[in-house]
């Protein structure tokens, strides 16, 4: 299972780190990512890195202000949120699963296990 954490208020233009802790699998295997769902909206994948590792993807809206990263030996990664905004104000999700790309714009997922969610609010 996955154990996201970390969420919480923020004023605008602070920053915010979560995390998300694997057990019963290792996360070397898949492709692991952050997803949030903002209330009325579907959910979007913010940034995800492939199995073979690489660079992160992120989503156009968050790119230059979120830096994803993986700590295999914790078996856990992380979310680095700086420069938050406003409309970054949603249900935070990790995941795992086999498929991670994008086009600088978008993220595009396919993922098998599923964190809870930590919601992220940013207010001032």
């Known amino acids: 299972q996955l154990q996201a954490s970390g969420g919480g208020l923020v004023q605008p233009g602070g920053s915010l780190t979560l995390s998300c802790a694997a057990s019963?699998?290792?996360?070397?295997?898949?492709?692991i990512g952050w997803f949030r769902q903002a209330p009325g909206k579907v959910r979007e994948g913010v940034s995800c890195i492939r199995r073979t590792a690489g660079r992160p993807y992120y989503a156009g809206s968050v790119n230059g202000r979120f830096t994803m990263s993986r700590d295999n030996a914790k078996n856990t990664f992380y979310l680095h949120m700086n420069s938050l905004k406003p409309e970054d104000t949603a249900v935070y999700y990790c995941?795992?699963?086999?498929?991670?790309?994008?086009?600088?714009?978008?993220?595009?997922?396919?993922?098998?296990?599923w964190g809870k969610g930590t919601l992220v609010t940013v207010s001032s």
């Open positions: 995941g795992a699963g086999d498929h991670c790309s994008g086009d600088g714009s978008r993220v595009y997922y396919g993922m098998d296990y």
């Open positions: 019963g699998f290792t996360l070397d295997y898949y492709a």
